[in-house]
């Protein structure tokens, strides 16, 4: 059956070289092997889109193909052919699935897998000597603010039979549903191979006090009615302190007053963010005789 390359990549016959390199990134993420574990479909499909930019992005094998076409490039070019001199590594280390390291191996792993000596040593890999052992996961809560702050925590789980506790570190910042790698504590590997990883999914607690939105934290505090009006201070829990801020006269329900540095500390490319405080007005449900003639008053004069 014919292949058509670019059709495989989803690029135009035009496309750039950078285009090309951005829609393979983006399908080999997608339908890497390690992220569909077991799925054949996505085994081929992978294997046809890496064949494809193996091709495309190589200047002369491209101007064969669309000088040739398909039937006549492949009678000049064998798999292997295909895949020398392509370099891999860089896309899959650019996405955590490094050339020499990744899971079922980001690069020269998968690649001597799924092709053989065409895909491995032909591409500059060498051969592997056996297949890594499989990925587990498991989810892992922590509280809000070591989320935030970062720090570290003890996991406990069962490897190879035997219960194990290790410290984990837990980057600052870390989001609800990100996975950290603890690598060689997964499933063993056939004949001599590397172990695989655990994948710790972050499970992030609720806080009685703050929701998280990006780098910014965000918190409602409530004021009376009378403070609203007169303006004066409020008390306002951070995550390392309680300051005292200003409240403006005149404040409405809804108002947000920022407080700058107080939010998700700067981390890997994040910059440090806020912590905005949304104001809320009390209405009591229940007032004294006291309260009620001067808000009768108050009433009166049109307030």
């Not at 993420?29 to 996505?42: E, M």
């Not at 193996?54 to 000049?76: M, T």
Request: hydrophobic share 30%; aromatic share 8%.
């Amino acid at each position: 059956m014919a292949k058509d390359y670019y059709a495989s990549l989803g690029v135009a016959k035009d496309a750039s070289e950078q285009e090309i390199k951005k829609a393979y990134r983006k399908l080999a993420v997608k339908y890497h092997p390690d992220k569909n574990p077991g799925n054949s479909k996505a085994e081929e499909r992978f294997k046809e889109i890496s064949e494809a930019y193996a091709v495309l992005s190589n200047a002369d094998k491209r101007s064969k193909y669309d000088q040739f076409g398909d039937s006549s490039f492949h009678q000049q070019y064998s798999q292997e052919d295909i895949f020398r001199g392509t370099n891999f590594n860089d896309i899959f280390r650019e996405f955590g699935m490094g050339g020499g390291g990744g899971s079922a191996g980001g690069g020269e792993d998968i690649f001597s897998q799924l092709f053989g000596n065409a895909g491995g040593r032909s591409a500059g890999f060498r051969q592997p000597r056996s297949a890594k052992g499989q990925n587990y996961v498991m989810k892992l809560s922590i509280p809000f603010q070591q989320a935030v702050l970062g720090g570290e925590r003890s996991v406990h789980f069962r490897h190879n039979g035997r219960d194990e506790h290790i410290q984990v570190r837990i980057p600052a910042g870390v989001e609800h549903g990100q996975k950290l790698r603890v690598a060689g504590k997964g499933g063993p590997a056939q004949q001599g191979g590397k172990a695989g990883d655990l994948m710790l999914e972050i499970q992030v607690e609720a806080d009685p006090h703050f929701t998280r939105e990006g780098s910014h934290l965000h918190q409602t505090i409530t004021i009376p009615f009378s403070k609203a009006c007169l303006g004066g201070t409020a008390s306002v829990k951070t995550l390392k302190e309680t300051k005292r801020i200003k409240i403006p006269a005149g404040t409405s329900t809804g108002s947000k007053i920022r407080l700058k540095g107080f939010g998700v500390p700067a981390h890997a490319k994040s910059p440090e963010g806020d912590l905005y405080v949304t104001i809320r007005i009390e209405v009591p449900k229940e007032l004294t005789a006291e309260q009620k003639e001067a808000i009768e008053k108050l009433h009166k004069l049109g307030l």
